[in-house]
C-alpha cells in the first residue's frame, strides 16, 4: 500500500521559516514527479511546487522566490523549504507523487501550517 506521510507543520510567525518533509513508502518514486499542493480554508486546492525525476523545479507564482522544493530519492522523501512565510500561506500542506497529466496520483494526508501577523 502506497503511503505518503507529511511532517514539519505548525505555527510561525509572518516572516519566518518552515520545512516540510514527504515521506513515501509502498514504492518507489525516484522515476516520477513529487510536489506539493495546498488549502486554505474556505478556498480550492492549489498547486505548490514539484519537482521531477530529473530534478526539475515548478512553482506558483505566489511562492516563486520563497520557497525551495527538493528531493532524496534514496530516501523516497521530499522537501518544502518555506522561507519569508507570509499570513496567506496558511493552509494544509499536501504531499503529491505521480505522473503525467497531473503529477499526483497519490497524497498524503496533510500538515496543517499557520502563519500568524
Known amino acids: 500500500q502506497v503511503q505518503l506521510v507529511e511532517s514539519g507543520g505548525g505555527l510561525v510567525q509572518a516572516g519566518g521559516t518552515l520545512r516540510l518533509s514527504c515521506a513515501a513508502s509502498?514504492?518507489?518514486?525516484?522515476?516520477?514527479?513529487m510536489g506539493w499542493s495546498r488549502q486554505a480554508p474556505g478556498k480550492e486546492r492549489e498547486f505548490v511546487a514539484r519537482?521531477?525525476?530529473?530534478?526539475?523545479?515548478y512553482y506558483a507564482d505566489s511562492v516563486k522566490g520563497r520557497f525551495d522544493i527538493s528531493r532524496d530519492k534514496a530516501k523516497n522523501t521530499v522537501f518544502l523549504q518555506m522561507n519569508s512565510l507570509k499570513p496567506e500561506d496558511t493552509a494544509v500542506y499536501y504531499c503529491?507523487?505521480?505522473?503525467?497529466?497531473?503529477?499526483?496520483?497519490?497524497w498524503g494526508k496533510g500538515t496543517l501550517v499557520t502563519v500568524s501577523s
Open positions: 503529491t507523487a505521480g505522473g503525467p497529466p497531473d503529477y499526483s496520483d497519490y
Open positions: 519537482i521531477s525525476w530529473r530534478g526539475t523545479t
Open positions: 509502498g514504492r518507489t518514486f525516484s522515476n516520477s514527479a
